[in-house]
């Protein structure tokens, strides 16, 4: 399922005083700030890089050192957090800090990196589990 433009617009109005892209993906939208790709919106979720930020709520679902995709899936009810701009700011600072490479054998969204294949089935991997 493709991502509605209406809702990748919502996520990026609450982010606006950031400089804050994103760029469409075979149906996801890859998010950069500050030149960092820090997350990617499918369906009506985001994912953010994890970076392992404290201040994240208890109840979202955050990835296990051993697991592949290293992201914390944030379901659209939290558009309007109050952390949420914070949390990507902080997540593009760490991953500036760290040289912006993801770690070799870690999974990420690449976008141009990744075959059109590759990406649906980062994109359905993602969404299984948000679900």
Avoid at 55 to 62: A, I, S, T
Avoid at 84 to 93: E, I, K, N
Wanted: hydrophobic share 35%.
């Amino acid at each position: 399922m493709a991502t509605d433009e209406n809702i990748v617009q919502e996520w990026m109005d609450r982010l606006q005083r950031l400089n804050v892209t994103a760029k469409k993906y075979f149906g996801c939208y890859c998010l950069y700030c500050d030149g960092q790709p820090v997350g990617w919106i499918q369906d009506s979720g985001l994912s953010l890089r994890e970076v392992g930020l404290t201040y994240l709520p208890d109840d979202l679902k955050r990835p296990r050192k051993e697991e592949k995709i290293q992201e914390t899936v944030i379901p659209f009810d939290y558009v309007d957090a109050e952390w949420l701009p914070r949390a990507f700011q902080d997540t593009a600072s760490i991953r500036k800090a760290r040289g912006s490479k993801p770690p070799v054998n870690k999974q990420w969204f690449k976008g141009v990196a990744m075959t059109a294949d590759h990406a649906r089935a980062e994109c359905e991997s993602a969404r299984l589990k948000a679900v």
